[in-house]
């Protein structure tokens, strides 16, 4: 299944979250930081990537830590360090590629796949400017944080 973020609000709330986007250094981490600060006590949340980077963007820890949201210890990984995609209830996809990878796994599993699209903050010319790329991760976090309030609810609001 697919759908927007808009679409899913007030729709059930999943045991488990798997984010996914190209390289899981940037949106997929994120989104995975922020809904276990949020939700983490009831969702298991991880993130990977299509073709994951080298190592964790420095920008995307940044500006987590500035907002209060703990990125995570380990870097970038992709559906091969996962057990079984399948055992996810629903699986977030941050990009065209990874929308396609992950319902073409999920094709034959009752694993919900949703699709939200996010501009890559490095597709904004920046200049080079620490504080203006800053600024472009800083909207990411921000369109992410408000796209998870809007699917899953407020941090610690009771669910029905």
Known sequence: MSGSAEA???GDVPASVLFVCNLNAIRSPIAEAILKKTHGARIFVDSVGVAPAEEADPFAAEVLREA??????????DFDEL?????????VA??????????ELTRSSATDVEYWEIEDP??????GN???????????RD???RLIENRFGRAGAATG
């Open 8 to 10: 899913k609000k007030g």
């Open 68 to 77: 209060g949201f703990a990125p995570s210890a380990r870097g970038p990984k």
């Open 83 to 91: 057990d079984d995609v399948t055992s996810f209830d629903l699986i």
């Open 94 to 103: 941050l990009t065209p590629e990874a929308r396609e990878k992950a319902e």
């Open 122 to 127: 490095l597709a904004s010319p920046t200049g």
């Open 130 to 140: 620490r504080e203006r790329r800053l600024d472009a991760y800083r909207t990411l």
């Open 143 to 145: 369109r992410i944080s």
